[in-house]
């Protein structure tokens, strides 16, 4: 813990913290790199958010689709041990009061279960895992989530041709996650670390809204989410955001933004850019997963890795990447590990 937190306040920890997260991992590659930890300082607990978990069963099965109401509260089909799914209807749809839609309370003991599903089998996961990795709660944003229970393509246009509608849907969604997220420091007590909040709500060039909707429909709710949860006594909250932020950046910051994540190259983001621009920002990520670890060569990977390590030898950066999906051949990921560990070893 105390490595991630060096970091972020701006001081030199004894090497460069890590985050990086797995979309799988093959007992080839345990062999090769041990335990979770080696790869990571850092991890995300997860509470169950949704709108509408008492809503969850499955309606029907036909051959090897799945018709089922998830925790959102949206009819999704789906094929049997399939990633993604088709929405079929959602629990805010047009013509429905959002005012009158009343989500589940944000205080069911069921929400911040891990482990075997107890308290006291949390508690004791909890303890296990502060002793390996640096614990951060999280909650989705108000975009992202508005989507869940409007429609993605519903809400967008309700930005554009209802500005008030939208807001008063991001609003509800927001103090619903807000409550989540209050509920997550005080259980997990997290307070020493903090919140990230997920809000994937940009593409490669640039957000799915413009700024002048984000700050009149969404800023609002960021204010609220951070500053509540500062007051709290969250020493950080941090955004997860897929995408080109950049036109954001201003508004959020000044919202209270502490660090975004992961800070994708192919989208424009720029870490040596962003520390130019905003010094105080943390930066988590900044490794290229989608072309550099990719396609290499070597020594472009090392090359990227170097110049990151260097841009966080005093602090404020946390290197790693969006994830590592099968794509990134073992020989490429286990030259970046190796040389983090070992050229990001500021105390050797």
Known sequence: MQRVLTSCRFKRPDRIPRFDTLWEYPQSWQEIFGDLEN?????????NEATFPSRARIIK?????IYEIEDWGRLIRRRRDAYFYEVLEVPIPPGTD??????????LDSRYLMGEKTLQDTSRLLEETRQKFCIFGKTGGPYLRSTFVRGETQFLMDMASDPPLAKTIADKVADHLLAVGLQELERWKIHQTGIWIYDD??????????????EKILLPAYRKM??????????YV??????????????LIDAGIDGINPIERRAGMDPFDLRRRYPHLILIGGMDNTGTLIHGPIERILDEARSLI??????????????ISPEIPLHHFRAYHEFVKEYGNFDG
């Open 98 to 107: 959002p005012e009158t839609v009343a989500f589940d309370p944000p205080d």
């Open 238 to 251: 941090f955004l997860h955001s897929d995408g080109n932020i950049n036109p954001l950046l201003d508004m």
């Open 61 to 65: 099965e036909e051959n090897d689709l």
């Open 226 to 235: 951070i500053r509540a949860y500062k007051e709290a006594g969250a020493a």
């Open 310 to 323: 260097d841009l966080g030898r005093d602090g404020g950066l946390v290197i790693g990447t969006h994830s």
């Open 39 to 47: 790869l990571s300082d850092i991890t995300i607990w997860v509470p």
């Open 201 to 214: 709500m940009a593409a490669n060039r640039g957000p799915m809204f413009s700024p002048n909707s984000f």
